[in-house]
């Protein structure tokens, strides 16, 4: 991922969300001087690719990650209306997102709603749980792998702007 590709998209972006919207006397916010976090759906460019088009064109609007994998790597949790910046499978910038919901649940307790809302495949509660196995089995980050209990991050987002 190029840095200055990232920095490039978030001035674009914070001014088409509007998210400087602070008078000037104020100084500079947060936002305008730290970009959020930018990463990449799955675990391979073409998975990143695929994932990313769902979202552009409204039809994946949820995502879920193994919490062990936040943990493991020392990473804090999305909060409810942080922003992410959304990389294709090459690491350049296309979204920015909000989260709209985030919370933990067991994997075998994710919902046919939630399946739904991640938007892959079949959509169906069954395919998603089969695909979702596979690939928490696949990138575990730590040794704790897979289990059906694991607890797993089910976080909603809105796009706010995407690159055009």
Same mark, same amino acid.
């Given at each position: 991922m190029e840095h200055s590709a990232v920095e490039a998209f978030w001035e674009l972006a914070r001014?088409?969300?509007?998210?400087?919207?602070?008078p000037a006397y104020f100084g500079p916010t947060?936002?305008?001087?730290? /970009? /959020?976090?930018?990463?990449?759906?799955?675990?391979?460019?073409?998975e990143a690719d695929e994932l990313l088009s769902?979202?552009?064109s409204g039809t994946k609007?949820?995502?879920?990650?193994?919490?062990?994998?936040y943990e493991d790597d020392?990473?804090?949790?999305?909060?409810?209306?942080?922003?992410?910046?959304?990389?294709? #499978?090459? #690491?350049?910038?296309?979204a920015l997102v909000e989260a709209t919901d985030v919370r933990v649940v067991p994997?075998?307790?994710?919902?046919?709603?939630?399946?739904?809302?991640?938007?892959? #495949?079949?959509?169906?509660?069954a395919q998603w749980r089969i695909a979702h196995?596979?690939?928490?089995?696949?990138?575990?980050?730590?040794?704790?792998g897979f289990r059906p209990d694991m607890p797993v991050v089910l976080e909603r987002f809105r796009v706010v702007y995407q690159d055009a």
């Amino acid at each position: 991922m190029e840095h200055s590709a990232v920095e490039a998209f978030w001035e674009l972006a914070r001014v088409h969300a509007r998210l400087n919207t602070a008078p000037a006397y104020f100084g500079p916010t947060s936002l305008e001087v730290v /970009p /959020p976090p930018a990463w990449s759906f799955g675990a391979e460019p073409t998975e990143a690719d695929e994932l990313l088009s769902l979202v552009l064109s409204g039809t994946k609007t949820a995502t879920s990650s193994a919490l062990w994998d936040y943990e493991d790597d020392g990473e804090p949790l999305p909060e409810r209306g942080s922003l992410s910046i959304l990389l294709d #499978g090459s #690491g350049h910038p296309r979204a920015l997102v909000e989260a709209t919901d985030v919370r933990v649940v067991p994997f075998d307790e994710v919902d046919d709603e939630h399946a739904f809302l991640e938007g892959e #495949g079949d959509r169906s509660l069954a395919q998603w749980r089969i695909a979702h196995e596979r690939f928490f089995t696949r990138v575990a980050s730590g040794e704790r792998g897979f289990r059906p209990d694991m607890p797993v991050v089910l976080e909603r987002f809105r796009v706010v702007y995407q690159d055009a």
